[in-house]
């Protein structure tokens, strides 16, 4: 199940001022190359990457299991001419095979054991076309977190200021979690 960051109609609404467009959409769009082919991207979130796949006239298939965050993925320019899907990456199934599948870094992380990373690839492998790619991406584990994900941002928008604030970072083994606050400024909102 998502965190409420994803599935908040608000929160949802703020996700592409913390994740814009940077060079791993970059990376992603050089991947799939020039010529169109058909793309599934599981963990979509707000659909930037799909957007940017559909621009360059791939057939791309949106995967997320957050309904806030497919909500304005739909809004998003040539947002039409992707299929977009509710559902997780474990449950997903398709009689459709694709030449590359991709899930991005925020996504890849909501696989918190091993039973769920091993079924997220064999859901993987059973849409991926014989000679299809898998492009994906995990955390490194030598970089400091902790200094990485401990910060205060600050987003003015037409409507309100937004205080995003991440804090309180916890180790358990091989697991990093950590408390994700987004606040408007209360004086200059209205919902």
């Known amino acids: 199940m998502p965190d409420s960051h994803y599935t908040h109609r608000r929160l949802a609404a703020l996700y592409d001022l913390d994740s814009p467009w940077g ?100 859901t993987i492998v059973e849409h991926l076309s014989s000679d299809g790619l898998i492009a994906f991406e995990s955390r490194n584990p030598t970089v400091n977190w902790d200094l990485e994900w401990s910060r205060s941002s600050v987003w003015e928008l037409p409507e309100c200021q937004v205080t995003q604030t991440r804090s309180d970072i916890e180790k358990q083994g091989e697991l990093i979690s950590f408390a994700q606050f987004s606040l408007p400024k209360v004086s200059r909102i209205r919902f």
Do not use: N
Not at 38 to 47: A, E, L, Q, Y
Not at 85 to 96: G, H, K
Not at 97 to 113: E, I, K, N, S
């Open 23 to 122: 060079p791993d959409t970059d990376f992603y769009i050089a991947v799939a190359g020039p010529s169109p082919i058909s793309i599934v991207d599981f963990g979509r979130g707000t659909g930037t990457l799909c957007c940017g796949f559909a621009a360059s006239d791939h057939r791309a298939h949106g995967i997320d299991p957050a309904s806030e965050m497919l909500r304005v993925a739909r809004t998003k320019p040539l947002a039409e001419k992707i299929t977009w899907v509710q559902s997780d990456v474990e449950s997903y199934r398709s009689a459709e095979r694709f030449d590359l599948v991709t899930m991005t870094g925020h996504a890849f992380q909501v696989l918190l054991t091993d039973e769920s990373i091993l079924a997220a690839f064999k």
